[in-house]
Structures are given as structure tokens and as C-alpha cells.
């Protein structure tokens, strides 16, 4: 298995990418720590996955959760080998001009803040392991933003460009630091980037900007993660892959 002996943090993990991720994990031999700011859905996927996984309540934009999800994976596995910052929210699909204050200072400290809060946490416990893997879940929204999304995408912009720095400043401690851009995805934040209902006709609209014809699963992003966090990516740091069926081309 690829990733067995690894201790692993995924957060938002409860649902969506984050489950895919933390349940590929599981299937590739990792310990984890299932991470979510909803309690019923951090359990009911540790409880699947058995074992090897723990659940932990965590808002991912408070340095206190952040230090008792760390703590967690020290306590319950002995330390920490790999990282996951998949948490993340959007605004709906609206107008720049009628984003609340509040909503935005929310996208901000939950995509943009949280990173920064769980590389102060983990970075030291990484270290003790003789180095690790940081993935952060980005969007292709960083890279070709649409309309009605401005605020949300700025703030994956800012993660690609974090984890482009990242990768250098920790590259001498052996950390690698990568991030992954899905494209628009099949899961529960579906309505909110698309703006309108969940019909066939309203993804036709979004489908048809994909070449290979669909949206992105938590599979496709969960086999990505894997090669991330895999020993057999050992020399690769600072790239954002865009797993987007093209969108990106």
C-alpha cells in the first residue's frame, strides 16, 4: 500500500472532496484524522473507515481547533507524515458588488487563514518525522476565474501562490507543498458555484466549458491527493495540478 506507516490530516472531510481524499487514504494503508466542522459527518466517516481513523470537530479559522487537530494525530498515531487542507467554502454565484462583508472576511479565513494556522501547527510535528507532504485544495477558479465567483476565486489564487512560496521556504526542512485545482465538481457546494438549481440543464451550461465532457468527482481528486502524499512524488514541490478535465487548457 502506498501510503502505509503515514499519518494523515484531512480537513472537510466530512463530505465531498475531503471524504474522497481521507477514504483513498484509508484504502492506500494511512492513519487519519478525519477533520470536519460538522461532528456527525467527521464520526460517521471515521466510523467507516474503521479503525485507523479518528474524528475530529475542528473550525479550520480558529488557531485552537487547529492546535487540538494536530494534537490529535500526535496522540491518537504518534505524529504527522501528511497534510490535507481541503476545507473550504464559496459565496454564491452573484454579483462582486453584492458579497457581504461578512461572507467575505468567512471565504477568506477559511480558504486563506486556515492554511496558515495549520502551517504554524503542523510544520514542527513534520519536521519530527524528518520531513512530510502539505496538499491544498485550490480551484482552477485561481487560475481562469468566471464571473459571479471574484471573491472566492481571489482567495484560491491565494493558495496556489502560497503553496508556490510555501514549497521554497520549506524545502530545506523537507516538506513538499502542493495544491490541487479541481474544476467545478459534483458535490455538495454544486448550487452555490453554479449560482442556480441543480438541473441537467444548468451543468449542460458548466459541462460544456470541459472537454472531457463531465465534472470533477472526489475520485478524480482523491487519486490525485494520493500521488501527493505517495513517497513515489518525492521530488515534486510547488506545482498546482489541475485535475479539470482540460477546463484549464
Not at 490529535?72 to 454579483?95: E, M, P, R, W
Not at 470533477?216 to 478535465?245: C, H, M, Q, W, Y
Request: overall charge neutral.
Amino acid at each position: 500500500m502506498r501510503l502505509a506507516g503515514k499519518v494523515a490530516i484531512v480537513t472537510g472531510a466530512g463530505s465531498g472532496f475531503g471524504r474522497g481524499i481521507a477514504e483513498a487514504f484509508a484504502e492506500e494503508g494511512a492513519k487519519l484524522v478525519v477533520a470536519d466542522i460538522d461532528e456527525r459527518r467527521a464520526k460517521d466517516v471515521a466510523k467507516e473507515i474503521g479503525s485507523r481513523a479518528v474524528a475530529v470537530t475542528a473550525d479550520v479559522a480558529r488557531s485552537a481547533d487547529v492546535a487540538s487537530m494536530i494534537q490529535a494525530a500526535v496522540s491518537a498515531f504518534g505524529g504527522l507524515d501528511i497534510l490535507v487542507n481541503n476545507a473550504g467554502i464559496t459565496h454564491k454565484n452573484q454579483s462582486l458588488m453584492t458579497v457581504s462583508e461578512e461572507e467575505f472576511d468567512r471565504i477568506y479565513a477559511v480558504n486563506v487563514k486556515s492554511i496558515y494556522l495549520t502551517t504554524l501547527a503542523a510544520v514542527p510535528e513534520l519536521e519530527k518525522r524528518g520531513g512530510g507532504s502539505i496538499i491544498n485544495t485550490a480551484s482552477t477558479a485561481g487560475v481562469r476565474p468566471r464571473p459571479g465567483l471574484t471573491w472566492y476565486n481571489g482567495s484560491k489564487g491565494a493558495v496556489i501562490a502560497l503553496t508556490k512560496s510555501m514549497a521554497v521556504e520549506l524545502a530545506p526542512r523537507n516538506i513538499r507543498v502542493n495544491a490541487i485545482n479541481p474544476v467545478i465538481g459534483e458535490t455538495g457546494l454544486l448550487e452555490e458555484f453554479m449560482g442556480v438549481p441543480d438541473t441537467a440543464e444548468n451543468r449542460a451550461r458548466f459541462i460544456a466549458g470541459i472537454p472531457l465532457g463531465r465534472m470533477s468527482k472526489p475520485t478524480d481528486i482523491a487519486n490525485a491527493a494520493v500521488f501527493l502524499a505517495d513517497p513515489a512524488s518525492a521530488f515534486v514541490t510547488g506545482i498546482a495540478i489541475e485535475v479539470d478535465g482540460g477546463r484549464c487548457i
